[in-house]
């Protein structure tokens, strides 16, 4: 009796369930915590279309006016935290001192008066930005 023994080829082949398994949970994580990354005070911003402002290689520096009239700063230790006029003046200076070209931007709600955001750029420029910019979002298509 001859018993003939046919030869298995070994098949290499990568098991990437594992992989797929960790890229789904990742992304998970990553859908929960994208809405949490949007920093500062909840305002209603204007909606107008315009050209954006060139990609800066510094972040800059956001003064949020809310519906009440109320200013935050993306620096310091709370940045939604509402500050007093005096100390978005002393915040600007310092930032300004020590980076000199970072772009100021006005995120202001769009339900204030125009005089408080004339007034907060007044007061921004009074602190030494040159330019103050103004944040808005895209109209809803």
Known sequence: MQTSRRQRRQI???NVVPYIDVM???LVIFM???PLLTQGVEV????VTTQ???????DPLVVTIDA???????VGNNPKEGIDPNEVQKRTRVVLKNKPNTP?????????H??????????????GAESVGLVTELPES
Not at 52 to 58: G, N
Not at 68 to 74: A, D
Not at 116 to 126: D, F, I, N, P, W
């Open 12 to 14: 290499a082949e990568m």
């Open 32 to 34: 929960v915590t994208a």
């Open 52 to 58: 954006p402002i060139e990609t800066q290689s510094t």
């Open 24 to 26: 789904l949970v990742l």
């Open 68 to 74: 009440q009239g109320r200013f935050s700063m993306n």
């Open 44 to 47: 209603e911003l204007p909606q």
């Open 114 to 127: 125009y005089g408080a955001v004339v007034e907060l750029m007044t007061l921004l420029q009074s602190a």
């Open 104 to 112: 100021v931007l006005v995120r202001g709600d769009k339900r204030i």
